[in-house]
């Protein structure tokens, strides 16, 4: 009632009037009418109930009526007992308009921060994207709820202001049911009246579904991925500076790489992280093992597997690696390959040095025949020499025109009985250029490769490095007093952690020679071809290798990138690099905003805010009591139901606050009439089961 302002009156002075007979109240032939026999419990006398004297006449009363259901006892109902004006309550105006309108900006709010964190990353947002992704989450559930009470309280509040103003029942009835989804289907079903206006409020409701969707989907975690480029430097494997080697730091590095465990002497990467370039021949090998759907063979490049064979025990450093998740480059190097000829005479053996002279060729370069066989002591030295060696190398008539170079691999065997036993192995040594594609992830490896070509210039053509490869390197583990590089070509086990056999000494019964003759000659030409680019990288940067290519940017301003081909070598170069753009990828976890969704959210949320905002300014101009789609609202006016008059101003609510007791049922007011009449109206005493529906009766 704090609806209403009251305003002075009298008390009602109206006197009862005599009860008139029964049928007036209801007329029916039943001898106790339900209504009748429902005001016998009221304060409304009936005339079988009246006092024999007329004090009740001149007795001053007011509408009020005691009322009782089946199960409760009598209950004073009470109207406002003054007049009242048509009014609304101010502060409950405020509170609807803004919850109307707050309610719907936190989704606005909700969609515009979703939109700020639109391409920024899951740990840059820090809790704030935590916080708005949970937010996202409640928005299926929340939405239906919010949306459902605005749009249902402003269709019953448009219901109301037509009512008001005069409208069609079909209107009123539409604008009622319409305050849920499947009621706005139901009724639009039911009064089968296709309008637009039908069509408005299916569309409307459409909203509900889709406003909640579009919570959920409006932000996303999703891998973001960025690419920039740089030029980095990476070793050069062609050009050598001869006066950048420095013997005893390319001794130990050999060694290490040597001696190394037999995992990471077949690992991608070497002991310093640089990246091994893989045999190509090894590459094509596995690549037609494979099933040929599996075959990838994209521009050219054959996927690298993990069971190649690399061309050398160390890698290619590469200098300027930047810190990122992934990295992508080309790199082009260049390798030697030790291929044994073909037929019968590619292996041949002897067991003195008379015997070895008869199998070696003439014209041998950098020791001659006559050295190796008269004066072995240079070749081999001896067991009092620290450069001692078990094998050598040695080029067939060298001619620097000549791409390929013809060389012999030969290893001598003493079985301490001043027996002395021979095996050489004759083939070609050329240069061979390779491109790769390198992936840093974060380590580096190589996945792809293709040949590019033969080469026509190799470094061999010139004495110096021909020099370096078949003179040094026989002698780079000469001062140990087992070899590890004899070991290694016979294909032996390398046990360098426990400092066990390491391969053959002079003097010792060792089977060195046996060894390496019943080796295949193809797996002692790889196992050659592995040795030598070995000490040629390690010889191109011996002080870069094991800690790689400078990190400065300054350092490489004093000298430019080479090409392949290029043979201009600066005095006091250390080292020449090639240059090479590198692919940075970074990778990340994104927020996405879904930008359709987006759309929807907002559009949903500024319509059902306007919703909101339009049915304040209608409730605002309504003055009507709130009595549509109340039960309440039966009792109005209803012959079925005993009230006094009074209490037209009372809200549904309000009126059903009164009334809560009053028991009453839809039922047949006519039993016993051939014909039933459905109404709603009040039980009273009468029996529970007389006056109810039944399936085989006649209704009018």
Same mark, same amino acid.
């Given at each position: 009632?704090?609806?209403?302002? @009251?305003?002075? #009156?009298?008390?009602?002075?109206?006197?009862?009037?005599?009860?008139?007979?029964?049928?007036?109240i209801?007329?029916?032939?039943?001898?106790?009418?339900?209504?009748?026999?429902?005001?016998?419990?009221?304060?409304?006398?009936?005339?079988?109930?009246?006092?024999?004297?007329?004090s009740?006449l001149?007795?001053?009363?007011?509408?009020?009526?005691s009322?009782?259901?089946?199960?409760?006892?009598?209950?004073?109902?009470?109207?406002?007992a003054? +007049?009242?004006?048509?009014?609304?309550?101010?502060?409950?105006?405020?509170?609807?308009?803004?919850?109307?309108?707050?309610?719907? $900006?936190?989704?606005?709010?909700?969609? !515009?921060?979703? +939109?700020?964190l639109?391409n920024?990353?899951t740990k840059?947002?820090?809790?704030?994207?935590?916080q708005?992704?949970?937010?996202?989450?409640?928005?299926?559930?929340i939405?239906?709820?919010?949306?459902?009470?605005?749009?249902?309280?402003?269709? &019953?509040?448009?219901a109301?202001?037509?009512?008001?103003?005069?409208?069609?029942?079909?209107?009123?009835?539409?604008?009622?049911?319409?305050?849920?989804?499947?009621?706005t289907?139901?009724?639009?079903?039911?009064?089968?009246? %296709?309008?637009?206006?039908?069509?408005?409020?299916?569309?409307l409701?459409?909203?509900?579904?889709?406003?909640?969707?579009? @919570?959920?989907r409006l932000?996303?975690?999703?891998?973001?991925?960025?690419?920039?480029?740089?030029?980095?430097?990476?070793m050069?494997?062609?050009?050598?500076?001869p006066?950048?080697?420095?013997y005893?730091?390319?001794?130990?590095?050999?060694?290490?790489?040597?001696?190394?465990?037999?995992?990471?002497?077949?690992?991608?990467?070497?002991?310093?992280?640089?990246?091994?370039?893989?045999?190509?021949s090894s590459?094509?090998? /596995?690549?037609?093992?494979?099933?040929?759907?599996?075959?990838?063979?994209?521009?050219?490049?054959?996927?690298?597997?993990d069971?190649?064979t690399?061309?050398?025990l160390v890698?290619?450093?590469?200098?300027?690696?930047?810190?990122?998740d992934?990295?992508?480059f080309?790199?082009?190097t260049?390798?030697?390959?030790?291929?044994?000829?073909d037929?019968?005479?590619?292996?041949?053996?002897?067991?003195?040095?008379t015997?070895l002279?008869d199998?070696?060729?003439p014209?041998l370069?950098?020791?001659? &025949?006559?050295q190796?066989?008269?004066?072995?002591?240079k070749?081999?030295?001896?067991?009092? /020499?620290?450069?001692?060696?078990?094998?050598?190398?040695?080029?067939?008539?060298?001619?620097?025109?000549?791409?390929?170079?013809?060389?012999?691999?030969?290893? *001598?065997?003493?079985?301490?009985?001043?027996?002395?036993?021979?095996y050489?192995?004759?083939?070609?040594?050329?240069?061979?250029?390779? /491109?790769?594609?390198?992936?840093? =992830? %974060?380590?580096?490896k190589?996945?792809?490769? &293709?040949?590019?070509?033969?080469?026509?210039t190799?470094?061999?053509?010139?004495k110096?490095?021909?020099?370096?490869?078949?003179?040094?390197? %026989?002698?780079?583990?000469? +001062?140990?007093?087992?070899?590890?590089?004899?070991?290694?070509l016979?294909?032996?086990?390398?046990?360098?952690?426990?400092?066990?056999a390491?391969? =053959?000494?002079p003097?010792? $019964?060792?089977?060195?020679?046996?060894?390496?003759?019943?080796?295949?000659p193809?797996?002692?030409?790889?196992?050659?071809?592995?040795?030598?680019?070995?000490?040629?990288n390690?010889?191109? +940067?011996?002080?870069?290798?094991?800690?790689?290519?400078?990190?400065? %940017?300054?350092?490489?301003?004093?000298?430019?990138?080479?090409?392949l /081909?290029?043979?201009?070598?600066?005095?006091?170069?250390?080292?020449?690099?090639?240059?090479?753009?590198a692919?940075?990828?970074?990778?990340?976890?994104?927020f #996405?905003? =879904?930008?359709?969704?987006f759309?929807?959210?907002?559009?949903? $949320?500024?319509?059902?805010?306007?919703?909101?905002?339009?049915?304040?300014?209608? !409730?605002?101009?309504?003055?009507?009591?709130?009595?549509l789609?109340y039960?309440?609202?039966?009792? *109005?006016d209803?012959?079925?139901?005993?009230?006094?008059?009074?209490?037209?101003?009372?809200?549904?609510?309000e009126?059903?606050k009164?009334l809560?007791?009053?028991?009453?049922?839809?039922?047949?007011?006519?039993?016993?009439?051939?014909?039933?009449?459905?109404?709603?109206?009040?039980?009273?005493?009468?029996?529970? &089961?007389?006056?109810?529906?039944?399936?085989?009766?006649?209704?009018?």
């Amino acid at each position: 009632m704090s609806h209403y302002e @009251s305003l002075p #009156r009298r008390e009602s002075t109206d006197i009862v009037p005599p009860i008139s007979p029964v049928s007036s109240i209801h007329e029916t032939s039943s001898p106790n009418p339900p209504v009748f026999e429902y005001l016998q419990s009221s304060s409304i006398h009936s005339p079988r109930s009246l006092p024999d004297d007329d004090s009740l006449l001149k007795k001053e009363t007011t509408h009020s009526v005691s009322v009782r259901s089946i199960k409760t006892s009598p209950t004073k109902v009470q109207w406002p007992a003054t +007049a009242q004006r048509l009014a609304w309550s101010f502060l409950m105006l405020c509170f609807d308009l803004m919850l109307m309108m707050i309610v719907p $900006s936190c989704f606005l709010a909700l969609a !515009a921060a979703a +939109a700020s964190l639109h391409n920024v990353g899951t740990k840059d947002s820090g809790t704030f994207g935590e916080q708005v992704q949970r937010a996202t989450q409640l928005g299926p559930s929340i939405w239906p709820i919010v949306f459902a009470g605005i749009i249902g309280r402003s269709m &019953k509040n448009i219901a109301r202001f037509r009512a008001e103003r005069g409208s069609t029942l079909g209107f009123l009835e539409q604008s009622m049911g319409s305050t849920t989804f499947l009621g706005t289907i139901d009724t639009a079903i039911q009064l089968r009246n %296709p309008s637009f206006l039908t069509l408005g409020l299916l569309l409307l409701w459409s909203l509900s579904p889709l406003g909640g969707q579009s @919570s959920l989907r409006l932000l996303s975690v999703k891998p973001w991925t960025n690419h920039t480029y740089s030029t980095i430097p990476y070793m050069n494997t062609t050009i050598i500076n001869p006066a950048s080697i420095d013997y005893n730091a390319v001794s130990p590095l050999y060694l290490a790489a040597l001696l190394a465990s037999n995992s990471s002497r077949h690992a991608p990467k070497d002991l310093w992280d640089s990246s091994k370039i893989p045999l190509y021949s090894s590459v094509v090998q /596995n690549f037609e093992q494979r099933d040929p759907k599996e075959k990838d063979q994209a521009d050219g490049y054959l996927p690298v597997t993990d069971a190649v064979t690399y061309s050398s025990l160390v890698g290619v450093p590469v200098g300027l690696l930047p810190k990122v998740d992934v990295m992508l480059f080309n790199i082009t190097t260049r390798y030697f390959v030790f291929s044994a000829i073909d037929g019968k005479d590619s292996v041949r053996t002897a067991t003195s040095y008379t015997g070895l002279r008869d199998i070696l060729p003439p014209d041998l370069y950098p020791w001659t &025949k006559d050295q190796i066989v008269e004066t072995p002591t240079k070749v081999f030295g001896d067991s009092a /020499n620290t450069t001692t060696t078990d094998w050598f190398l040695v080029a067939i008539s060298f001619n620097s025109s000549e791409s390929t170079t013809k060389a012999l691999f030969g290893a *001598r065997w003493n079985s301490g009985k001043n027996t002395t036993g021979f095996y050489t192995l004759q083939g070609q040594v050329e240069f061979v250029e390779v /491109n790769s594609k390198v992936v840093c =992830n %974060p380590d580096c490896k190589v996945v792809r490769m &293709k040949k590019t070509g033969a080469v026509q210039t190799s470094p061999l053509q010139t004495k110096w490095t021909l020099q370096l490869l078949f003179d040094r390197l %026989p002698y780079v583990d000469g +001062a140990m007093t087992k070899r590890a590089s004899v070991q290694y070509l016979k294909g032996g086990d390398l046990k360098g952690s426990d400092g066990q056999a390491l391969g =053959n000494t002079p003097g010792q $019964s060792t089977a060195t020679f046996d060894a390496i003759s019943d080796a295949k000659p193809q797996d002692v030409a790889e196992r050659l071809t592995i040795l030598l680019n070995t000490y040629w990288n390690l010889a191109l +940067a011996p002080s870069w290798q094991p800690n790689g290519l400078p990190t400065d %940017p300054l350092a490489y301003t004093l000298l430019p990138g080479r090409p392949l /081909n290029s043979t201009d070598i600066p005095p006091g170069a250390p080292f020449i690099w090639n240059l090479t753009q590198a692919d940075h990828i970074v990778t990340r976890d994104n927020f #996405r905003c =879904n930008w359709g969704w987006f759309v929807v959210l907002v559009a949903a $949320s500024i319509i059902v805010m306007l919703c909101g905002i339009c049915s304040a300014i209608l !409730a605002f101009k309504s003055f009507i009591p709130d009595i549509l789609g109340y039960v309440s609202t039966l009792t *109005r006016d209803n012959p079925h139901v005993p009230l006094p008059p009074g209490g037209t101003l009372l809200h549904g609510l309000e009126r059903a606050k009164l009334l809560k007791d009053l028991a009453v049922r839809i039922q047949d007011v006519t039993p016993q009439e051939p014909v039933g009449h459905v109404a709603f109206a009040a039980i009273g005493d009468r029996p529970r &089961k007389e006056g109810r529906l039944v399936w085989d009766r006649f209704y009018k």
